[in-house]
């Protein structure tokens, strides 16, 4: 069971371009992705519901993503602020990150529309 820093349950869950955080059954954030064709998964947006921020939760929502997408096999390219700040702080991800180039960058454009 993984808990919060008041000590709420929370439960991250996978969807196919996102992972979710609830807190004690409310969804509360997510961060998305998409995966590329080179096996990179590209993180470009995160948010946590403000009325829960201080809770540590992006942290949590952002670890359990990373570390799902190592066992997934693919790379990551963080250009979400929220994971590039995370991926910076945290060295056991350095194997596994790409930095994001303009190409990526237009790639991930011409995905969204």
């Known amino acids: 069971m993984t808990v919060d820093k008041t000590g709420a349950e ?16 409310a969804q509360v954030g997510f961060t998305e992705f998409v ?21 540590g939760l992006a942290t949590i929502l952002v670890q359990h993503a990373l570390d799902a997408t190592r066992v997934d096999g693919k790379r990551i390219v963080p250009i979400c602020e929220m994971v590039a700040a995370f991926v910076s702080k945290h060295s056991e991800y350095d194997d596994i990150v790409e930095e994001s180039t303009d190409e990526i960058r237009q790639w991930l454009a011409d995905q969204q529309g």
Do not use: K
């Open 10 to 25: 929370v439960e991250i869950a996978q969807q196919p371009d996102r992972f979710t955080i609830a807190v004690e059954g």
């Open 35 to 55: 995966d590329d064709e080179d096996s990179r998964r590209v993180f470009f947006h995160t948010e946590v519901d403000a009325a829960y921020g201080g809770r």
